[in-house]
């Protein structure tokens, strides 16, 4: 759903590019409460990660891609502070480096794409942990349908700002069916992937997961040599999760599935184009497309310049975009959670 240059108007991507700062500012300020010295290393894997996940466009239906968004994962495992910072740390990477999103639309592509799939998503999330029990199978159902409803919420955010500042003329009513039917399929995989991931670090460090801060576990009784849960008329009392790994051991494991799914797994991802690009081709909204500003740098599309090989120089590609997405990432957080540390320092306390 990356927007391209000149599908918007100008005045139109100013104002989305002031919303999205404005976001980014009031994220920015959120984010040094959720980030401490435990995740604030997490949320610059995380921002590698989904940059990573991005590249893996999986088939849908009829002639269509999709790929991760990466709002819900983002919201869940880091809070939705960290998670608009995150999404927008990767959408920066990507259109600076590879030319994918424009520059122009980055306003429009932070907003879509970062803010409202994170809004969204977390307040399905945290409605639906209100009504389930407090445990590890809640938090990874709630991740799938946050995941699943804030794809097509942003694919309909999309034909919005279509409806008020496109440049071509089309029926938005058509429009808005085919971006939300196709992405409503996109969001199944996008929930599919959301979910296992969330999934996977609550079983290992669940401590570490901004969306399952507080879970529990009942005590458990060994029983003729079986674990049974203490009732719960009994069981008043319960225990916190264990971690089962390493914070260290938890960040590289992550990092090097980052590299080995962007250095690799990405050469066998769908060449389809994805829900947005198909959409524009069908409608004609992609009339007048513009040369992206990056579309000379020796990243862009995803490969090497001057490397011929296809399957290396977008594996090369892919590494260099995870590195420099974790460098950014976690420059970006580690300035956030030392702007949270002078904030509670003795002297900041007192001039308050």
Known sequence: ???PDGFINAPTSAVTGVVAAGAIAVSLRGARRELDERTAPLAGLVAAFIFAVQMLNFPVAAGTSGHLLGGALAAILVGPFTGVLCVSVVLLMQGILFADGGLTALGVNITDMAVVTTVVAYAVFRGLLKVLPRTRRSVTVASFAAA???????????????????????????????????????????????????????????DLVYGARGLRQRLQLRVHGELVDVPAAEGARTAPVAARASRRTLWVTGLVTS??????????????????????????IDDRT?????????????????????????????????????VAGS???????????????PTAVENV
Do not use: Q
């Open 148 to 206: 699943l409803l804030s794809v097509p919420a942003a694919a309909l955010a999309f034909t919005l700002v279509y409806a008020v500042g496109g440049t071509t003329d089309v029926a938005i009513g058509k429009v808005a069916t085919a971006m939300v039917g196709v992405h409503v399929l996109i969001g199944v995989g996008e929930a599919a992937i959301t979910a296992l991931t969330v999934g996977a670090v609550i079983a290992v460090r669940p």
């Open 1 to 3: 759903m990356h927007v």
């Open 259 to 284: 590299l080995v799914l962007a250095g690799f797994v990405s050469f066998y991802a769908s060449s389809a184009p994805d829900g947005l690009e198909k959409v524009a081709a069908d409608k004609g």
């Open 290 to 326: 513009e040369e992206h500003a990056a579309a000379d740098s020796p990243l862009a599309d995803y490969g090497v310049e001057d490397v011929d090989d296809a399957r290396l120089s977008g594996g090369l590609a892919g590494v260099i975009g995870v590195g420099a997405t974790v």
């Open 331 to 345: 420059t970006v957080f580690w300035a956030v959670r030392r702007r949270r540390g002078a904030d509670a320092s």
